[in-house]
């Protein structure tokens, strides 16, 4: 049971013997590259393990063409120089053309990512049990396509829920590198081509001599899937690591001590795909320390890596926890972002990209779209979404994510007044003619063997994957793609973890925070459980402003911390005003009184007292909804997933005692049911 949690979707159970009679299946498997390192190469294996698996058929696996009936996958130049013929068209960087009409099954790549792409493609649709015809290419709406892992050096994960790091232990890599190339394998099938795998909080002792040997292993382990490594830097790396006096970007000592590391890493890591750096936000050294711009500093790193064709992710991430105050009615946090960013425009070196957070805070349940991708007009810019569920529960809490995530990348920014869907028109690089740009997501899978600590988390994985390649699929499709791969055809099965799992996050919401406030959790330490009274008077800038009147952090132009301006004109004028705000934001734009009357009809006050019995009440449907499934799904799974939805439920009821009692007492409002208070 283990292997088939470590094979997460990719587990290829058997069909029912009335579907597999429906499959007409080529004899043979045609691989065009005999490199056993080669995605091509792992794309046959896996199509042969993949039919066997599903259908109960052994393929051959060779590397020429045949005569025979086959399943021909390769890149498209080899398909042609070998002679075939094909309806491809032009394809781009990591895209791939599948043709199941003709006698030979064509998965094409545009490279050879591509061609494992769709292979993988083929597989989902034949595990699924879809046999129908089809001709299509497909290309990514995007070409960085990362993960990130906060994975330390001593083995520990930063916001890790499920056991310790697959890469470190003892401040050096894990030799053994098995697991790290299953979890390619998925990334793979996701699509995903990047992952950097040490903390942004980083460690410089990632750049030891044996460190960067151990990092070569690591690439090699995950290069045949198609997924090349990055690393997060540490600023300070010159004087920690290197001994010298100072980490100043513009010292020649440092530029010269960057160049040399880069040089020796990508002697281990041939095709390493970049950095990504954390500068100068919460302790963290970065060029501030001397007085110079954070593009200054970032374009140390680009020029660094330039000539090996590297990247730098740059995270936006940047504030000054010390210097926030909350006596101060114009500090905000969330306008920290654009302030640093918004005049670094032309600054940045073309391989540079600012990696930004979906929300001007950071990974609430709701936030408004973080302003500054509006801004970003010349620099290539990427969002940062969390599949670790560091504020929405810690996978101890069902929350599906994919709809959350889609609130954002179907915001239309209205750059100039024109249409700039964050997604489709910005990440795209459509809008500003970008070619770099793109996604990454805090993943942070563990060494427990259902990678993120419970089975039903890793329909965010799948679905993190399938999003970065096309922000506009929708979230229901995804979700039960995952949910056939992962449990196979059964109709109540399906139907069910739709049902929970579409609901789970508009649940989440309501019993923590309502109304745009935030997740309103323990903000000082763990990021878990109620905790509304840290959510004031905290150096990190996370306020609610809840006295005894009034709550919500004003963010006007005229009256408040001026952060709905940041945002083009026609949603700066919508946010501005309480009239065009949505409920689901009016606390994260507007302080009102808890008697404030929302466009529901409902005061604030009522609306999060309703809410919090609404979310628990539809947390404690769940564990009624997955028994239902007993006897559908396996023993193991049924048992564990059980478990975690009952402790759910009785936690929801801990979230919503909390936080109607801090309200009702802050407020001295009654409920209108009569469910708070002194009985
Ligand atoms: C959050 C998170 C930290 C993390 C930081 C970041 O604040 O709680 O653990 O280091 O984000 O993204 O850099």
Redesign the pocket.
């Known amino acids: 049971a283990a292997e088939d949690g470590l094979n997460a979707w990719l587990r290829y159970a058997r069909l029912p013997d009335n579907i597999i009679r429906q499959a007409e299946i080529p004899s043979n498997i045609v691989s065009l590259n005999s490199t056993e390192t080669s995605p091509v190469y792992v794309a046959g294996l896996e199509l042969q393990k993949g039919i066997n698996g599903a259908l109960g058929k052994t393929l051959d696996v060779t590397h020429k063409s045949n005569k025979r009936s086959s399943i021909v996958v390769g890149t498209v130049d080899a398909f042609t120089a070998a002679g075939g013929k094909t309806n491809a068209p032009e394809l781009e960087e990591d895209g791939f053309w599948l043709d199941t009409k003709g006698k030979t099954v064509q998965i094409l790549g545009q490279n050879e990512r591509g061609a494992l792409y769709g292979a993988f493609e083929y597989l989902s649709m034949l595990a699924q049990g879809n046999f129908t015809k089809v001709a299509y290419a497909t290309n990514p709406s995007a070409s960085i396509r990362w993960v990130n892992q ?1 994975d330390n050096m001593d083995g520990t994960i ?2 890790g829920y499920a056991g310790l790091s697959i890469f470190f232990k003892n401040n050096t890599t894990i030799a053994n590198t098995t697991r790290v190339a299953e979890y390619a394998r998925l990334l793979a099938s996701i699509r995903i081509n990047g992952i950097v795998a040490n ?3 980083a460690n410089p002792i990632t750049l030891s001599d044996e460190n960067m040997a151990g990092l070569g292993k690591i690439a090699d382990a995950m290069r045949p899937w198609g997924v090349r490594l990055g690393l997060s830097l540490n600023f300070a790396s010159p004087q920690t690591l290197g001994g010298l006096s100072t980490f100043d970007p513009l010292d020649k000592s440092v530029i010269t001590w960057w160049n040399d590391q880069t040089a020796k890493l990508y002697k281990h890591i041939p095709d390493m795909a970049g950095y990504l750096v ?1 500068a100068n ?2 302790g ?1 050294p970065g060029p501030l320390t001397y007085n110079r711009t954070l593009a200054e500093g970032a374009n140390l790193f680009a020029k660094a890596i330039k000539p090996y064709g590297g990247i730098v992710m740059f ?1 936006a ?1 940047v504030y000054d926890y010390q210097n926030l105050n909350e006596s101060n009615w114009k500090d905000d946090r969330a306008n920290a972002a654009v302030d640093h960013f918004r005049h670094l425009d032309d600054e940045f070196d073309d391989n540079i990209v600012v990696q930004v ?1 979906y929300g001007p805070i ?2 609430q349940a709701r936030e408004p779209a973080s302003p500054l991708f509006a801004h970003l007009r010349n620099t290539a810019s990427a969002i ?1 979404l969390q599949v670790t569920q ?1 504020y929405l529960g810690q996978q101890c809490h069902l929350a599906y994510l994919a709809p959350l995530w889609k609130t954002i990348l179907d915001f239309d920014l209205r750059v100039d007044g024109e249409k700039s869907v964050i997604g489709e028109d910005v990440l795209s690089g459509k809008r500003f003619n970008k070619t770099l740009s793109g996604y990454a997501a ?1 993943v942070n899978v563990g060494q427990n063997t259902t990678w993120l600590g419970t089975h039903l988390a890793m329909s965010n994985l799948y679905a993190y994957g399938r999003i970065a390649w096309d922000p506009t699929v929708d979230e229901v499709v995804i979700l039960q793609d995952w949910t056939r791969l992962t449990y196979g055809l059964n109709r109540k099965v399906l139907d069910t973890i739709t049902d929970m799992s579409m609901q789970s996050w508009e649940a989440y919401e309501n019993y923590t925070g309502n109304l745009g406030v935030q997740t309103l959790t323990d903000i000082t330490y763990n ?1 878990y459980g109620p905790n509304p009274q840290s959510m004031d008077n905290n150096p ?1 800038g996370q306020w609610t402003r809840a006295d005894s009147d009034s709550i919500g952090m004003d963010r006007t132009v005229w009256n408040g911390t001026g952060f709905s301006g940041q945002y083009p004109s026609e949603v700066a004028a919508q946010f501005e005003s309480i009239e065009t705000t949505p409920d689901d934001l009016l606390l994260w734009f507007h302080h009102v009184p808890y008697t404030h009357i929302l466009k529901s009809g409902k005061t604030v006050i009522q609306h999060f007292y309703d809410a919090h019995y609404d979310g628990a009440e539809t947390a404690a449907s769940f564990p009624k909804k997955w028994t239902s499934l007993k006897g559908l799904i396996d023993k193991q799974r049924f048992e564990e997933m059980l478990f975690r939805l009952e402790y759910q439920a009785g936690h929801a009821i801990v979230w919503r005692d909390s936080i109607v009692q801090f309200y009702n007492n802050v407020s001295g409002i009654p409920d209108a049911a009569g469910r708070v208070g002194h009985h």
């Open positions: 906060w930063e916001r903390n942004v909080n954390k936000s919460e963290q995270r991430f957070k950071d990974f940062e560091e805090v990021h990190w």
